[in-house]
Antibody, heavy 121, light 106 residues
Framework: QVQLQQSGPGLMKPSQTLSLTCAISGDTVSSKSAAWNWVRQSPSGGLEWLGR?????????NYGVSVKSRLVINPDTSQNQFSLQLSSVTPEDTAVYYC???????????WGQGILVTVSS | DIQMTQSPSSLSASVGDRVTITCRASQRFSGYLNWFQQKPGKAPKLLIFAASTLQSGVPSRFSGSGSGTDFTLTISSLQPEDIATYYCQQNYETPFSFGGGTKLEI
């Protein structure tokens, strides 16, 4: 059974860098049949894909348009986890952040529990 | 980028009703369309992947269909536990995108 356990701060100040971690159990971050995604959900409810990392003989990353210049997603094979770093946060980055596994046939079958991140001065 | 337009945004139905939710894509693609159910305070739950394949453990009253630009989620006989918000998602190409959601009420 795959489990994704998220950790990170719940409160940020504007201009800081948000760092979140998603620890994986039951699978490996370097699996050649999975990709590891970050998604956020704004207070109004909309879901926004932020980006992903995956391994296919080498590491690849893809990023969403709205955050591309501020976002870095990194795998950590030693800890079997992956992370999100979002720089220069503003109140518009306030959201629930989720990590999720994308497996074969595009199935997004496992999700983390979500972390509410509030950006406020 | 592919935009996903979901309709209706909200829907009121009765127990036992057949419910249909539609998702329209801004450009054609095949497969790689997911449907999720989300209840308050919980992560989205995968119902359907590859447009029409039922995820393991999901009741058979849920079904998906479509290809090209038009995709549909159908609940054949609505149950009280189906009260939730439903989202479509294309993961055909990056940037991946979600529909705006359909809030289902009884």
């Amino acid at each position: 059974q795959v489990q994704l356990q998220q950790s990170g701060p719940g409160l940020m100040k504007p201009s800081q860098t948000l760092s979140l971690t998603c620890a994986i159990s039951g699978d490996t971050v370097s699996s050649k049949s999975a990709a590891w995604n970050w998604v956020r959900q704004s207070p109004s409810g909309g879901l926004e894909w932020l980006g992903r990392t995956y391994y296919r003989s080498k590491w690849y990353n893809n990023y969403g348009v709205s955050v591309k210049s501020r976002l870095v997603i990194n795998p950590d094979t030693s800890q079997n986890q992956f992370s999100l770093q979002l720089s220069s946060v503003t109140p518009e980055d306030t959201a629930v952040y989720y990590c999720a596994r994308e497996s074969t046939a595009g199935r997004w079958d496992y999700w983390g529990q979500g972390i509410l991140v509030t950006v406020s001065s | 980028d592919i935009q996903m337009t979901q309709s209706p945004s909200s829907l009121s139905a009765s127990v036992g009703d057949r419910v249909t939710i539609t998702c329209r894509a801004s450009q054609r693609f095949s497969g790689y369309l997911n449907w999720f159910q989300q209840k308050p305070g919980k992560a989205p739950k995968l119902l359907i992947f590859a447009a029409s394949t039922l995820q393991s453990g999901v009741p058979s009253r849920f079904s998906g269909s479509g290809s090209g630009t038009d995709f549909t989620l159908t609940i054949s006989s609505l149950q009280p536990e189906d009260i939730a918000t439903y989202y479509c998602q294309q993961n055909y190409e990056t940037p991946f995108s979600f529909g705006g959601g359909t809030k289902l009420e009884i």
